[in-house]
């Protein structure tokens, strides 16, 4: 891209959030195809640290947009959660809980999607500058200058895009370490059982998070793809240690897997930010927007994908009513994203990762054991099984009551 060009729409990023954005985009206004482009720094498909699981919310989402999963994926029907006061089955039932992928091609299955409908993709160019006025945004890159009538920040944690234009605050980053361990299927449990673990009992030990173990396949061999995530990593990071600590405890959590070598730096590993949602921020500025990780994702679990869609569908529906003529969609935007199905669910969310995470946390997780009916129900919510999440808050009490107190059936 060289020179200047004119544009309808700029997204900076193309991951989950950017061409969520873009195709939800081009589905509801198909006079957009030709007037969108997404600028990326790498090029597809690009690794991408990520644990990968799609739960049924983001399914739901490739559904309504028309894409059929067509990369190498494992689907999980059993899980298990190691907590500091027991264990706790998560299965549905054989539903599926997850479907998981390698984001690399996950996302280059995105792009070529995007492509099809009409959207212009940039690799390996990066935004340098945003400056915006009345009439626009200016977007300087490093092979070029966009001119566009709105800016999408889907750039990531680390969003330059947020840090040009809402500034630079770092509490809300949080931090994953991963890497992946290839396995016999026929001699593992997760493979054999199609189960994925999770193992909160890092919590004992100061860690605000989770190790996790999905089956993944990697260029067709079976894999386990472990980590860890610690949401309030920079506690740990002012007193030195942070990444000893969270490799003390990923090991800890599954000792068969003969982790030692992450102590050693013999096996190889990855860290990432994880920025996660917090409602004091804003979405919007001017022309410009965040959406998915810029903007954070589920404080709980670390989980984007699917915040990543639902960002997009919302922030798709905003642009398009202001190019229609709606000056105030994009602040429309941004009030969605706080008081919104998606605020809501991200303020649940944020609420149970203070408590779960808390100097009280052995209390809340032993009152999250009490009721089978209970963790069926939220596993359904956490999952937007059939849009259960964004069902208004008395809705989900009353059912909770009536499947806990009365034993009615959970569906």
Same mark, same amino acid.
């Given at each position: 891209?060289?020179?200047?060009?004119?544009?309808?729409?700029?997204?900076?990023?193309?991951?989950?959030?950017?061409?969520?954005?873009?195709? &939800? %985009?081009?589905?509801?206004?198909?006079?957009?195809?030709?007037?969108?482009?997404?600028?990326?720094?790498?090029?597809?498909?690009?690794?991408?640290?990520?644990?990968?699981?799609?739960?049924?919310?983001?399914? %739901?989402? !490739?559904?309504?947009?028309?894409?059929?999963?067509?990369?190498?994926?494992?689907?999980?029907?059993?899980?298990?959660?190691?907590?500091? /006061? @027991?264990?706790?089955?998560?299965?549905?039932? @054989?539903?599926?809980?997850?479907?998981?992928?390698?984001?690399?091609?996950?996302?280059?299955?995105?792009?070529?999607?995007? /492509?099809?409908?009409?959207?212009?993709?940039?690799?390996?160019?990066?935004?340098?500058?945003?400056?915006?006025?009345?009439?626009?945004?200016?977007?300087?890159?490093?092979?070029?200058?966009?001119?566009?009538?709105? %800016?999408?920040?889907?750039?990531?944690?680390?969003?330059?895009?947020?840090?040009?234009?809402? @500034?630079?605050?770092?509490?809300?980053?949080?931090?994953?370490?991963?890497?992946?361990?290839?396995?016999?299927?026929?001699?593992?449990?997760?493979?054999?059982?199609?189960? &994925?673990?999770?193992?909160?009992?890092?919590?004992?030990?100061?860690?605000?998070?989770?190790?996790?173990?999905?089956?993944?396949?990697?260029?067709?061999?079976?894999?386990?793809? /472990?980590?860890?995530?610690?949401?309030?990593?920079?506690?740990?990071?002012?007193?030195?240690?942070?990444?000893?600590?969270?490799?003390?405890? !990923?090991?800890?959590?599954?000792?068969?897997?003969?982790?030692? *070598?992450?102590?050693?730096?013999?096996?190889?590993?990855?860290?990432?930010?994880?920025?996660?949602?917090?409602?004091?921020?804003? &979405?919007?500025?001017?022309?410009?927007?965040?959406?998915?990780?810029?903007?954070?994702?589920?404080?709980?679990?670390?989980? @984007?994908?699917?915040?990543?869609?639902?960002?997009?569908?919302?922030?798709?529906?905003?642009?398009?009513?202001?190019?229609?003529?709606?000056?105030?969609?994009?602040?429309? &935007?941004?009030?969605? !994203?706080?008081?919104?199905?998606?605020?809501?669910?991200?303020?649940?969310?944020?609420?149970?990762?203070?408590?779960?995470?808390?100097?009280?946390?052995? %209390?809340?997780?032993?009152?999250?054991?009490?009721?089978?009916?209970?963790?069926?129900?939220?596993?359904?919510?956490?999952? *937007?099984?059939?849009?259960?999440?964004?069902?208004?808050?008395?809705?989900?009490?009353?059912?909770?009551?009536?499947?806990?107190?009365?034993?009615?059936? /959970?569906?």
């Amino acid at each position: 891209m060289e020179g200047s060009r004119k544009f309808d729409v700029v997204i900076a990023g193309a991951g989950p959030a950017g061409l969520a954005t873009a195709l &939800y %985009l081009v589905k509801q206004r198909p006079s957009l195809a030709g007037r969108i482009v997404a600028i990326e720094k790498s090029a597809h498909p690009r690794f991408k640290v990520c644990a990968g699981g799609l739960i049924p919310k983001t399914m %739901l989402a !490739l559904d309504e947009l028309g894409i059929a999963l067509d990369v190498p994926s494992v689907e999980v029907i059993r899980g298990e959660a190691a907590t500091p /006061v @027991g264990d706790v089955d998560l299965s549905r039932g @054989g539903d599926v809980l997850a479907t998981v992928i390698r984001r690399d091609q996950f996302d280059a299955m995105l792009a070529r999607a995007a /492509v099809q409908a009409g959207v212009e993709i940039v690799q390996r160019d990066r935004v340098l500058e945003v400056v915006q006025d009345p009439d626009g945004v200016r977007v300087s890159t490093e092979c070029g200058i966009c001119e566009a009538r709105v %800016l999408v920040g889907a750039d990531g944690s680390g969003s330059r895009v947020r840090r040009a234009v809402f @500034g630079a605050r770092k509490e809300t980053i949080g931090r994953a370490l991963m890497t992946d361990v290839a396995v016999d299927p026929e001699g593992t449990p997760e493979f054999i059982e199609k189960r &994925y673990r999770f193992d909160f009992r890092c919590v004992r030990g100061g860690i605000s998070g989770y190790s996790w173990s999905f089956p993944c396949l990697i260029d067709g061999t079976p894999h386990l793809n /472990v980590g860890i995530y610690d949401q309030r990593s920079r506690e740990f990071a002012d007193q030195g240690g942070e990444q000893a600590r969270m490799i003390s405890e !990923l090991v800890a959590a599954f000792p068969e897997l003969r982790l030692d *070598g992450l102590k050693r730096h013999a096996t190889r590993w990855h860290s990432f930010p994880i920025r996660w949602f917090d409602a004091r921020d804003s &979405y919007c500025r001017g022309r410009v927007i965040l959406a998915g990780d810029a903007a954070g994702v589920d404080p709980l679990m670390g989980e @984007g994908i699917s915040c990543a869609f639902e960002h997009g569908k919302l922030a798709a529906n905003a642009i398009g009513k202001f190019l229609g003529g709606d000056a105030d969609a994009l602040r429309a &935007y941004d009030r969605g !994203l706080h008081a919104g199905a998606v605020g809501k669910k991200l303020r649940k969310l944020a609420f149970a990762a203070r408590h779960f995470y808390g100097p009280r946390h052995k %209390l809340f997780f032993r009152i999250a054991r009490i009721s089978r009916r209970a963790q069926e129900i939220g596993v359904d919510w956490y999952n *937007g099984a059939r849009h259960l999440d964004e069902a208004p808050t008395p809705h989900l009490i009353a059912r909770w009551a009536r499947a806990v107190l009365l034993g009615d059936p /959970v569906r």
